[in-house]
């Protein structure tokens, strides 16, 4: 069964960028998408954007447009996210989720990471 | 974007208990419905999907309904492992939003 493994916690200065990682232990994400998830301290969960590898296709909350960047590698078994300009209330956990494809549609997120934390302060 | 709203935002309950829960779409959005479970520090977990579709694994005292553009959760009797939030998550149209989370506290 594939689980979904996530880079180690971040402290990060304002201004700075944050690469986040996030692999496919026991399998691939072939024909999958992976989406980021963020939950900042005391919120719920919000959508920042999914890429679909095997079809070179990417899509961003309009909120994160601009400044984040989903990126996966060519053997569909890692992939990143990438957030510049960080400001203190980038401050949170980032999740990476897997999720099935039909078409170009995204459905369910069935694989979720364990989450990295993200700190932004000076 | 597809707004989603949970109700409560929190209860409390008992072990044993039936517990439900709510969660309006702003405009239709057919079955497209999750629902996820979530414990501070751990992944959040797929219980149902097209509304009514429990995931592999879950037990079946998760079940799910719809009624046009409300949908419910239902927790048949609840179990010391349930005490967590529970969002919501709509995928009929991109971006994929998700509710504000119900949190369900031992009483």
């Known amino acids: 069964q594939v689980q979904l493994v996530q880079s180690g916690a971040e402290v990060k200065n304002p201004g700075s960028s944050v690469k986040v990682s996030c692999t496919a232990s026991g399998g691939t994400f072939t024909n999958y998408a992976i989406n980021w998830v963020r939950q900042a301290p005391g919120q719920g969960l919000e959508w920042m954007g999914s890429i679909i590898p095997i079809l070179s296709l990417e899509n961003y909350a309009q909120k994160f447009q601009g400044r984040v960047t989903l990126t996966a590698d060519r053997s569909m078994r890692t992939a990143y996210m990438e957030l510049r300009s960080l400001k203190s209330d980038d401050t949170a956990v980032f999740y990476c989720?897997?999720?099935?494809?039909?078409?170009?549609?995204?459905?369910?997120?069935?694989?979720w990471g364990k989450g990295t934390t993200v700190s932004v302060y000076s | 974007d597809i707004q989603m709203t949970q109700s409560p935002s929190s209860l409390s309950a008992s072990v044993g208990d039936r517990v439900t829960i709510t969660c309006r779409a702003s405009?239709?959005?057919?079955?497209?419905l999750a629902w996820y479970h979530h414990k501070p520090g751990n992944a959040p977990k797929l219980l149902l999907h097209?509304?009514?579709r429990l995931q592999s694994g879950v037990p079946p005292r998760f079940s799910g309904s719809s009624s046009g553009t409300d949908f419910t959760l239902t927790i048949s009797s609840l179990q010391p492992e349930d005490f967590a939030t529970y969002y919501c998550q709509q995928y009929y149209i991109s971006p994929p939003t998700f509710g504000q989370g119900t949190k369900v506290e031992i009483k």
């Open positions: 097209a509304a009514s």
């Open positions: 989720a897997r999720g099935l494809v039909a078409g170009r549609t995204i459905l369910e997120m069935d694989v």
């Open positions: 405009q239709g959005i057919s079955n497209s």
